[in-house]
T-cell receptor
Framework: AQSVTQLDSQVPVFEEAPVELRCNYS??????LFWYVQYPNQGLQLLLK??????LVKGINGFEAEFNKSQTSFHLRKPSVHISDTAEYFC??????????????FGQGTILTVHP | NAGVTQTPKFQVLKTGQSMTLQCAQD?????MYWYRQDPGMGLRLIYY???????DKGEVPNGYNVSRLNKREFSLRLESAAPSQTSVYFC?????????????FGPGTRLTVL
């Protein structure tokens, strides 16, 4: 079984400041890692995912995340945020291979609020 | 191309009432999922359907049933609603149901059980 911990439930930042949203995971098997974003009153959409290869993954809207296997982390970063980045962000994992059928295990979510 | 659609958007039930949440996707995806979202708990998988004709339990299946009506549609039924089922319900789909897939989510159904 896997578990995902998002270390901050809320992150307030000012516009144009950098931001990091932290995610740690635990699993006895290899996993794939995802970040999803949920804008107010909407469903979730994929920001980026790590499957293999380079540990630095670039996603939509200027976000990037770095996979660190030794620290079992997958932190999300953006060098300069905009008001429109205000949303809830979810880190998720899926079990690699086997018969997981794409099931995702989500973290608790981090609410990013960007202030003018 | 509407993606994943869910009906209704909002629903209020009394304890003990039943209802069915509808979900449809037009992307010809094989796999579909039902999640519930509760504050501070992220999304938790209720049931999933790896392919047409199959369904299986997720993390929190108690009190729910599902039907994969055809490749497009996957419904979630609450037979006797309880206040603990007050939540936002999301349906999602993925192309192949493999662990590298991206899941595509509907807009959600906000359910209140009084």
């Amino acid at each position: 079984a896997q578990s995902v911990t998002q270390l901050d439930s809320q992150v307030p930042v000012f516009e144009e400041a950098p931001v990091e949203l932290r995610c740690n995971y635990s699993s006895s098997v290899s996993v794939y890692l995802f970040w999803y974003v949920q804008y107010p009153n909407q469903g979730l959409q994929l920001l980026l995912k790590y499957l293999s290869g380079s540990t630095l993954v670039k996603g939509i809207n200027g976000f990037e995340a770095e996979f660190n296997k030794s620290q079992t982390s997958f932190h999300l970063r953006k060098p300069s945020v905009h008001i429109s980045d205000t949303a809830e962000y979810f880190c998720a994992v899926s079990e690699a291979g086997g018969t997981s059928y794409g099931k995702l295990t989500f973290g608790q979510g981090t609410i990013l609020t960007v202030h003018p | 191309n509407a993606g994943v659609t869910q009906t209704p958007k909002f629903q209020v039930l009394k304890t003990g009432q039943s209802m069915t949440l509808q979900c449809a996707q037009d992307m010809n995806h094989n796999s579909m999922y039902w999640y519930r979202q509760d504050p501070g708990m992220g999304l938790r998988l209720i049931y999933y359907s790896a392919s047409e004709g199959t369904t299986d339990k997720g993390e929190v299946p108690n009190g729910y049933n599902v039907s994969r009506l055809n490749k497009r549609e996957f419904s979630l039924r609450l037979e006797s609603a309880a206040p603990s089922q007050t939540s936002v319900y999301f349906c999602a789909s993925s192309a192949a149901g493999v662990s590298t897939d991206t899941q595509y989510f509907g807009p959600g159904t906000r359910l209140t059980v009084l």
